[in-house]
Each structure stands twice: as C-alpha cells, then as structure tokens.
C-alpha cells in the first residue's frame, strides 16, 4: 500500500482509562492498560493481532459443556 493511503491508528487523546484512537476517518476507544506505559497523544501504534487457539478451544469446550448441562432430559 503506498505510504500516502496507509491508514494509521494515532491516539488523538486520553479520556479517563480510554485511549482514543483515530484510524482514518473513525475513531474507537482502547483500553488504556493494555498500551505501554510511555504512549502519549500523537503516537502512531502498530497492532499485532493473533488468535489464541488454544484459549479459543477452552472457552468453546466450556460453553459446550455449559449448554449440554442446561439441556439434559430428565
């Protein structure tokens, strides 16, 4: 992607325990806690995203579990 079409995700500012990120013509809120203690307003981040399928697993395994115990026939 040419650099002058990459959108960016800046944090525009800090609300309470919120980060306020632009990325282009949006804006979301981020969980504060979850960036390095340094960010500050302007900084651009760069996300790294993966899926944990492991954890994935155990949480479908559990709600699995969960809906085969509420539907048990007596």
């Excluded at 306020?20 to 979301?28: A, L, P, R, S």
Aim: aromatic share 10%.
């Amino acid at each position: 992607m040419p650099e002058r079409t990459k959108k960016l995700c800046i944090i525009d500012r800090f609300e309470g325990n919120w980060a306020v990120i632009e990325y282009g013509d949006k804006t979301f809120n981020f969980p504060k806690e979850l960036l390095p203690k340094e960010t500050k307003e302007g900084d651009v981040l760069k996300f790294d995203i993966t899926v944990d399928k492991e954890e994935t697993e155990k949480r479908k395994k559990a709600i699995e579990d969960l809906a085969k115990a509420l539907f048990v026939e007596e």
